[in-house]
């Protein structure tokens, strides 16, 4: 019974110490997640017409280090712009959901730049209505993206900003797509 408990603090010794390493000297950690509060715009004119191509954009992200500074992750976000045409309002709906690689570039003990692409499934939906009643569509369309963060870290936490350019397909039945770019900031924690 000694055994196995001096055998079993040895290995959580071990495993501690390992991995305390492996968060010193990973970039961010070994993994991450954040939160972003940012400014997204779609570049489709349409949109523009449908006073409904900027908004608030909310996101949560979750990345896991693959090799020193090479991270793979995922990120969810949300927007919903809301505009007028004459007697109409509209309101759009977007959900994207991608998939990243990034590669961290430390530029300092407490300044990390990241590069990063991916591949999104994005879902959106169109609504236009008047007092008398609605009408809306809606889709998910493949779409890419590349990006790049500046993040300061404090210990375990970082903030930053980041700019993205995503690029979609066109959304059925009308000849519309989803590109967009986004600017904004994150906090995250690093494990």
């Known amino acids: 019974m000694k055994k196995t408990i001096v055998v079993t603090l040895m290995f959580l010794l071990v495993f501690v ?3 305390a390493y492996a968060a010193e000297k990973a970039s961010l950690g070994v993994g991450n997640l954040a939160v972003k509060l940012g400014y997204i715009e779609f570049t489709n004119g349409d949109l523009g017409d449908a006073d409904v191509d900027k908004a608030l954009y909310i996101g949560l992200e979750g990345y896991t280090q693959l090799v020193p500074q090479l991270y793979l992750g995922l990120e969810a976000g949300y927007a919903h712009p809301e505009g007028e045409i004459g007697p109409y309002d509209t309101e759009l709906t977007y959900v994207p959901v991608e998939l990243n690689a990034k590669y961290a570039l430390p530029i ?11 591949v999104s499934y994005n879902y959106s939906e169109f609504k236009i209505s008047d007092g008398h009643g609605s009408d809306s569509t809606d ?3 493949f779409g ?7 993040n300061y870290m404090f210990e375990k ?3 930053g900003f980041n700019g993205k350019y995503q690029i979609t397909e066109e959304f059925k039945h009308d000849d519309f797509e989803l590109s967009n770019w986004r600017v904004g900031g994150q906090i995250g924690y690093m494990f």
Do not use: E, R, T
């Open 144 to 150: 890419g993206q590349f990006f790049v963060d500046v």
């Open 17 to 19: 110490s390992a991995s």
């Open 108 to 118: 300092s003990p407490y300044l990390v730049v990241d590069l990063g692409a991916g």
């Open 139 to 141: 889709d998910w369309v």
């Open 157 to 159: 936490v970082f903030i």
